[in-house]
């Protein structure tokens, strides 16, 4: 434990230069844009010079970019920073908009592991049949097919010809416990409200997940293989133990790696959808960084990149220890 | 030698691989009685079957390989013959471990690196009945493991096999093997991933407790120094075939194969100090593609035209000592 102490340490103070080196990055491409962003935020052409000036004051303008930076984060950090678009306080905004993309993520990610690993199983176990052969083409199939054509076909399906699924709105039930509505909406047994916020995101996640389910399945059905293919598999079996048993030794050790991108994948579902969230008009954090660039936005913009940084971050770090639970040789 | 009550006899047994490239006739009609209580030896260069027809023994040869002919007559008791070739897999679950173990090469691989090496002998008693709860078995793992000379045996059945050196996981794994107390031990070249020396140790381990238990061995190894120590009687495989059996003394004594004689030149004599190891020109045949008549003419210093055109007959020089081989077939002694 007092390992597990000095890694966590260890891994917060990478944290922070992460997190500066990836909102740096964004800012600085921002920066350099040549535009006048005082003038666009004071609306264009017929801007009002005082009002121009006031806002080049308030967002150190005219200093150097590190300067410019620096002012940036120890504002959004304190919770002090504005939008000078929204004129509404940037950290406010985007965890409005978290419970959308939390709760997209969640339904997509289910269906990530529900659907993709129990793939991968079978197609493992039937390796190089038919059933085999469909997996893989389905997952080669799934992995490379381009999102907003993909969501377009599932839209006229679904929609348009069978309407099985809503496209507006934002069910949420009538109170809230802990702010994402489908979980509120199965704590007050609000069960019309839970169809409704199925209806409505089952097929987005769908259309989320779709990559990541093949991609999945063909990582477990190849892990899953090759811990058929280790030489304790013979042993357990020259030790006259039962099918359970064997299984239950290949299933963990093909676990290994998939728990590793397992975790990546849902930090990457997590950072934000951006086009699948406009596809489905779906107001998460992908679709509000869309909007901030188109609104010339940055400073919601950046403050979506360092919450998604912190975010993926940390799903790592989880990612990390539950590797070291699930394999004894990693130390760290 | 004890006696002469069988506890496996093997007949005409072949093993075949159905690879995409061919067919691999990895071992090819072979017949060998051991005895209980004995040790048998199976030598021979690398690739010529040995780990195929150990493990047809308990049928677990892996896939695409099959047993495609001959029997396998297990005497658990003596006078209650099984046939093996016949048994469900139900069947072959209760053989397997609880009356026929395996030492295998590479304890590091043979080892799952997830769980301890208490646990795995715990599920292994538990599953056969031996012990009624996990708890009881990671007792009997304390103590077995203090009879396979684990240092720290109370420590060590909490380990995982990355925290134990090779000699001491090949220790654990002989614990797990004899664990389910079997009447027949094969160990495949239980001591070759080893440090030179452990391999002794490891070896005294076995002995010890072969004879504590009245255990059956059979060993596979390429060191013939080890074959003089531990067997009773060897059997020489070459190509899928087994070449020549004798009673241990005889063998050294008399080799009349061959490849019998080369195999034992290619050991350097301990009491000769000879450093140069004269290794057996030419190589193992492709078992895909055989020679015609005796597998082993390519490289026969001896070889007749008879021997590249029909295959040698078994001629017994004495009830105990076989060898197949055209020299002989003349009831002519080496
Ligand atoms: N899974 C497999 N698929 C195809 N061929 C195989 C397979 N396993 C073994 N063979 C073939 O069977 C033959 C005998 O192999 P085996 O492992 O019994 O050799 P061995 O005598 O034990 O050699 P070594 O001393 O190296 O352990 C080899 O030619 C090998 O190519
Ligand atoms: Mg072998």
Known sequence: ?332 | MTGRDPIIVVRDLHVYFYTHAGIVRAVDGISFTVYRGETFCLVGETGCGKSVTAKALARIVPPPGKIVKGEIIFYPEPGKPIDVTKLGEKELERIRGRLIAYVFQDPSAALDPLYTVGYQLAETVKHHGIVKSFKEGFQLAAKLFRKVLMPDADERVKAYPHELSGGMKQRSVIAISLSTEPKLLIADEPTTALDVTVQAQVMDVLKRLKEEKNLTLILITHNMGLVAEMCDRVAVMYAGKIVEEAPVDELFKQPLHPYTKMLLQAVPDPSRRVERLESIPGSVPNPLNLPPGCRFHPRCPHALKRCREEEPPEVYVSPSHRVVCWLYAGGRRG
């Not at chain 1, 409005?96 to 289910?110: G, M």
């Open chain 1, 1 to 332: 434990m007092a390992d597990l102490k000095k890694f966590l340490v260890r891994r917060l103070i990478t944290f922070i230069p992460t997190l500066i080196g990836a909102t740096f990055l964004v800012f600085l491409v921002a920066v350099v844009v040549p535009a006048d962003p005082a003038r666009l935020w004071a609306g264009g052409e017929k801007a009002d010079p005082r009002v121009v000036e006031l806002l080049r004051k308030e967002y150190h303008l005219d200093e150097p970019i590190w300067v410019q930076y620096y002012y940036f984060m120890v504002n959004l950090i304190t919770n002090r920073m504005v939008s000078p678009v929204t004129h509404e306080n940037v950290w406010s905004t985007i965890l409005e908009r978290l419970p959308v993309t939390l709760q997209l993520a969640l339904f997509s990610f289910t269906l990530v592991v529900a659907v993709g690993v129990p793939l991968g199983i079978i197609a493992a176990l039937k390796r190089d049949t038919i059933v085999d052969y469909l997996i893989r083409a389905f997952a080669a199939i799934g992995m490379s097919m381009p999102i907003f054509w993909f969501a377009y076909i599932l839209i006229f399906v679904f929609y348009t010809n069978l309407g099985w699924t809503t496209l507006a709105g934002n069910p949420t039930p009538a109170k809230t416990i802990t702010g994402l509505p489908i979980l509120d909406a199965i704590l007050l047994g609000d069960w019309r409200t839970v169809c409704q916020i199925v209806e409505r995101f089952w097929l987005p996640s769908l259309v989320l997940a779709w990559p990541s389910i093949g991609f999945v399945a063909r990582l477990v059905r190849n892990s899953f293989l090759d811990a058929m293919s280790a030489d304790f598999v013979e042993y357990i079996i020259a030790r006259g133990l039962p099918k359970t048993t064997l299984y239950k030794h290949v299933l963990r050790n093909a676990l290994v790696p998939v728990v590793t991108v397992l975790g990546l994948i849902f930090g990457g579902l997590l950072a934000g959808a951006p086009i699948t969230e406009t596809i489905f008009a779906l107001p998460g954090i992908g679709m509000l960084m869309i909007q901030s660039i188109q609104n010339y936005d940055y400073l919601t913009l950046i403050g979506g990149v360092f919450f998604i940084g912190l975010i993926y971050l940390t799903i790592n770090l989880v990612v990390d220890i539950l590797y070291a639970i699930i394999d004894p040789r990693i130390r760290y």
